[in-house]
């Protein structure tokens, strides 16, 4: 009996890790456009060759990778949910479901992104460590909001200003959830870039969400359970 137990718990765990993988790889299928691009990058010779392969992959992140990200957390949403899903079928219809929002709201934070970024590199040469510091923190801060917006516009049907409203407040209104998902975000990339790089395709983007979704979800648990939740 203790040996069925602990074969029936190795084989949830399989399919979980199963499903994730599989989330994944939907996930990166969908983005092939922007990683194709992107390897451009690596065979450029000249600094100026840069500029339009950087220009082409920052257009097409509203169409390809914001849609795409949302759907991955609609899938998610539904395993923390413990809900039987069809995982192709889930991922393509939250796809359709939020493509126009999360476009959207794509073309917002990236704009916002870009400010940051062309900024910095103008007047590298004129400011002091503090500027990279707080380069550093709005960018984190930034990163937070963008996966606070993917957690929102799987669980809560509003409209895209408002997704981004109820993003903010998430973001700002908890520190702690804040400096939970942006240390985890930037530590797990880290690992993944130098030590464990395979994972990158196989459970980087199903991971983060998770995780993500999950703080969110902890957050806004407890505020239906103040009955302040139509008030953030």
């Excluded at 870039?193 to 196989?202: A, E, M, N, R, T």
Aim: aromatic share 18%.
């Amino acid at each position: 009996m203790k040996q069925s137990g602990i074969m029936f718990e190795f084989n949830r765990f399989s399919e979980e890790i199963f499903k994730f993988l599989f989330a994944n790889l939907l996930w990166v299928l969908f983005n092939l456009p922007i990683i194709i691009i992107s390897f451009n990058l690596l065979i450029v010779e000249e600094p100026s060759g840069l500029i339009p392969v950087i220009a082409l992959i920052v257009l097409l992140l509203p169409f390809v990778f914001f849609p795409s990200t949302a759907a991955v957390f609609g899938v998610i949403r539904k395993f923390k949910m413990k809900e039987d899903i069809l995982l192709v079928k889930t991922f393509w219809q939250k796809y359709k479901e939020n493509y126009v929002k999360s476009m959207v709201g794509g073309f917002i934070i990236v704009f916002i992104a870009s400010v940051l970024i062309v900024d910095y590199f103008f007047l590298i040469n004129f400011i002091n460590m503090s500027f990279h510091f707080l380069l550093i923190i709005l960018l984190s801060l930034l990163i937070v909001f963008t996966l606070n917006f993917f957690s929102i516009i799987v669980h809560i049907d509003l409209k895209t200003l408002a997704l981004l409203r109820h993003s903010l407040l998430f973001t700002f209104a908890n520190p702690v959830q804040t400096i939970r998902i942006a240390l985890f975000f930037l530590v797990f990339v880290y690992v993944c870039s130098q030590f464990f790089v395979l994972l990158i395709p196989f459970y980087l983007g199903s991971i983060i969400a998770y995780h993500s979704f999950h703080v969110f979800w902890i957050r806004y648990t407890k505020i239906r359970q103040q009955g302040s939740v139509a008030s953030i």
